[in-house]
């Protein structure tokens, strides 16, 4: 993945839909519509450091001769792929689950699901096995989300709780 493409800043500037109150010297309140924020991930990017983090998995791969594979993540959308249809759904970011089989799975945890159930060519993922062990796969997920509402644990960036 590129995350430079990540860091960069919107090129449109807009304005945002609804007014917002500003006051002035005088104590009165004025309508402006705001324009809307051009940043991207830039900061979070430059935290969390994924390009690091991926260059030290593929050297620690290599040292204890683990393979180590990268998918392309071009032909391989597996945060948009529904494996019961085949079809390929892009979510916006704010949703956070999705309905697949008539259960609601949390969108990070399928992508990982469908990416270990790669075939092969590391270009699609093999249906077969997704149909196979998707029951176990919701079955960890909901104990997952139950242990962490339990011990408090919310993770509203991530699981929307």
């Known amino acids: 993945m590129n995350f430079k493409a990540l860091q960069k800043k919107s090129k449109k500037t807009e304005r945002k839909d609804e007014a917002t109150a500003i006051k002035q010297k005088d104590g009165s309140l004025k309508m ?15 935290n969390r450091s994924p390009g ?14 683990i393979p180590y594979y990268e998918i392309d993540i071009h032909q391989y959308r597996a945060s948009q792929l529904h494996h019961d249809t085949g079809e390929y759904i892009k979510p916006n ?3 956070r689950f999705k309905t697949i089989e008539g259960h609601k799975v949390q969108r990070d945890l399928y992508s ?5 159930h790669t075939d092969d060519t590391l270009t699609a993922p093999d ?11 919701v079955k960890m997920q909901d104990t997952l989300i139950l242990k962490m509402k339990k011990c408090g644990h919310t993770m509203k960036h991530c699981f929307g709780f």
């Open 52 to 65: 690091l983090m991926q260059a030290d998995l593929k050297t620690k791969a290599t040292q204890y001769g």
């Open 93 to 95: 970011l704010s949703e």
């Open 127 to 137: 249906f077969k096995t997704c149909h196979l062990d998707f029951p176990h796969f």
């Open 32 to 46: 402006v519509r705001k324009y809307k924020r051009k940043k991207r991930y830039g900061h979070s990017i430059k």
């Open 112 to 116: 990982a699901f469908l990416i270990c």
